[in-house]
């Protein structure tokens, strides 16, 4: 089954580090640019960071440059985001997404669930 | 910045009724813009991309339209399941915007 499945979130307090994973299933993952997408609990949605799918150029959003990280190993299918000096307002369901064309300005044709992250003394 | 405007923010219909939500960019965006669904405890369903190029399994009572910074999703006839909150997202730079939702309820 074609899939994305995120893994790695949980109840981090302000100041720390949590490493979220990604898994693709079912798909030419060397072939597309893959991207973080998050949402706060009643909130919209919000583009975190994008890495493209060859020389794996990385993008952020303003918001969490500096503080976030994008990689990924092709041998696993998997994409990352390690994420340092966590605050409040980073507390979201974080989902990673694969565009439709491959390209790293793209629609997003494939969700993962999410996974929570939650941010709190 | 590119800021993506939606309008209503919520909506109410009924079910046979057909809808338009409208999407306003800061600056043309061209075509690079999406719309998904989004229903509660599920992750965003792609609709329409390229502003208004059906994806792939989405019914037809589904279109979109427009160009440079104003754009449509028309949904021609609601069904039950198409309650749910919509979302327009530009593309145009990697750095991608959202709207910040329209809640389609009846």
């Known amino acids: 089954e074609v899939q994305l499945l995120e893994s790695g979130g949980g109840l981090v307090q302000p100041g720390g580090s949590l490493r979220l994973s990604c898994v693709a299933s079912?798909?030419?993952?060397?072939?597309?640019?893959m991207t973080w997408v998050r949402q706060a609990p009643g909130k919209g949605l919000e583009w975190v960071s994008t890495?493209?799918?060859?020389?794996?150029?990385?993008y952020y959003a303003d918001s969490v440059k500096g503080r976030f990280t994008i990689s990924r190993d092709t041998s696993k299918n998997t994409v990352y985001l390690q994420m340092n000096s966590l605050r409040v307002e980073d507390t979201a369901l974080y989902y990673c997404?694969?565009?439709?064309?491959?390209?790293?300005?793209?629609?997003?044709?494939?969700w993962g669930q999410g996974t929570m992250v939650t941010v709190s003394s | 910045d590119i800021q993506m405007t939606q309008s209503p923010s919520t909506l109410s219909a009924s079910v046979g009724d057909r809808v338009t939500i409208t999407c306003r960019a800061s600056?043309?965006?061209?075509?690079?813009l999406a719309w998904y669904q989004q229903k509660p405890g599920t992750a965003p369903k792609l609709l329409i991309y390229k502003a208004s190029t059906l994806e792939s399994g989405v019914p037809s009572r589904f279109s979109g339209s427009g160009s440079g910074t104003e754009f449509t999703l028309t949904i021609s006839s609601l069904q039950p399941g198409d309650f749910a909150t919509y979302y327009c997202?530009?593309?145009?730079?990697?750095?991608?915007?959202f709207g910040q939702g329209t809640k389609l309820e009846i």
């Open positions: 600056q043309s965006i061209s075509g690079w």
């Open positions: 997202h530009q593309y145009n730079t990697i750095q991608g915007t």
């Open positions: 890495i493209s799918r060859s020389r794996g150029s990385t």
């Open positions: 079912e798909i030419t993952f060397s072939s597309f640019a």
């Open positions: 997404a694969k565009g439709v064309h491959g390209q790293t300005d793209d629609a997003f044709d494939l």
